[in-house]
C-alpha cells in the first residue's frame, strides 16, 4: 500500500527515485527516466507497478535498510 511505502522510504532515508529498479521493462515502458516527475508520482507508480521497487526491504523498528547485499541486514539486527 502507498501509506507503508511512504513509511519505509522514510525509514531507509531515501528518495523514491533512489529506489527505483533502472532496469526493469516498465521503467523504459513508461519512460520514467524521460520524464520530471514528482516524489509523489514516482510513489504513485511503485504502487501501480511494484516491479519498479528495488528489494527486498528489511525493517526493523524505526529502521530499515535495502538488503542488497544481504550482508546490509546486519546494519539494523546488530
Known amino acids: 500500500p502507498k501509506a507503508k511505502l511512504v513509511e519505509l522510504l522514510g525509514k531507509l532515508r531515501m528518495s523514491p527515485r533512489e529506489l527505483l529498479r533502472t532496469k526493469e521493462p516498465i ?3 513508461l519512460r520514467i527516466g524521460e520524464r520530471d516527475l514528482s516524489d509523489a508520482e514516482i510513489v ?3 504502487v501501480q507497478h511494484p516491479d519498479l521497487i528495488q528489494r527486498p526491504i528489511v525493517e526493523q523498528g524505526d529502521r530499515a535498510v535495502l538488503a542488497r547485499p ?6 539494523i539486527l546488530g
Open 27 to 29: 521503467y523504459n515502458t
Open 44 to 46: 504513485d507508480l511503485m
Open 70 to 75: 544481504a550482508e546490509r541486514v546486519r546494519e
